[in-house]
T-cell receptor, first 112, second 116 residues
Framework: GAVVSQHPSRVICKSGTSVKIECRSL??????MFWYRQFPKQSLMLMAT?????????EQGVEKDKFLINHASLTLSTLTVTSAHPEDSSFYICSALGDEQFFGPGTRLTVL | DQQVKQNSPSLSVQEGRISILNCDYT??????FLWYKKYPAEGPTFLISISSIKDKNEDGRFTVFLNKSAKHLSLHIVPSQPGDSAVYFC???????????????FGKGTLLTVNP
């Protein structure tokens, strides 16, 4: 299947700092990428849909000023968690839409 | 309000036997259903999908059954192997992956353990 990478795989940061997570589709171009977060023992919750060259569409309850999404090219979308707080600690997963939806390996964010 | 429900958080089966993972949904607009497998600290991997115009789709050891009137689908794995041990997510969409407004709603997942 298609390959989607995420970087970093794990990040620990201090409260109040910003963290950027990259999502790349390695062997196909994706006009649409998605960002999810997963809390322990919970389902994957869609945060936003990222479309190349246009603004992201955020799900209800997701703060767009806190979770900045940029989809500047057909192979790269970034999620920036601004002014991170401990409650933002979670597992963030991106996916890219090709023939099916292919997921990245996820990024574990821990905010101290 | 959870639109996709996997009521069994865990399931344990013996190697070689059948694993049956269940999923219920409430949104009658869902038209496309998928199963994903997920190992810890990894992203989900697509397993199998089914469109609402079908009631069964088979791929090797994996078969998905859809009962639209009951808003229920199930994933059968036979024979089960220890390497199948993972969390299985059921997901649904109102359109197929090529359609506009495509997005997935996931269940909470079921942890399958296949014992040797």
């Amino acid at each position: 299947g298609a390959v989607v990478s995420q970087h970093p795989s794990r990040v620990i940061c201090k409260s109040g700092t910003s963290v950027k997570i990259e999502c790349r589709s390695l062997d196909f171009q994706a006009t649409t990428m998605f960002w999810y977060r997963q809390f322990p023992k919970q389902s994957l919750m869609l945060m936003a849909t990222s479309n190349e060259g246009s603004k992201a569409t955020y799900e209800q309850g997701v703060e767009k000023d806190k979770f900045l999404i940029n989809h500047a090219s057909l192979t790269l979308s970034t999620l920036t968690v601004t002014s991170a707080h401990p409650e933002d600690s979670s597992f963030y997963i991106c996916s890219a839409l090709g023939d099916e939806q292919f997921f990245g390996p996820g990024t574990r964010l821990t905010v101290l | 309000d959870q639109q996709v429900k996997q009521n069994s958080p865990s399931l344990s089966v013996q190697e070689g036997r059948i694993s049956i993972l269940n999923c219920d949904y409430t949104n009658s607009m869902f038209d496309y259903f998928l199963w994903y497998k997920k190992y810890p600290a990894e992203g989900p991997t697509f397993l199998i999908s089914i469109s609402s115009i079908k009631d069964k789709n088979e791929d090797g050891r994996f078969t998905v059954f859809l009962n639209k009137s009951a808003k229920h689908l199930s994933l059968h794995i036979v024979p089960s192997q220890p390497g199948d041990s993972a969390v299985y997510f059921c997901a649904a969409s109102e359109v197929e992956s090529g359609g506009s407004n495509y997005k997935l709603t996931f269940g909470k997942g079921t942890l399958l353990t296949v014992n040797p």
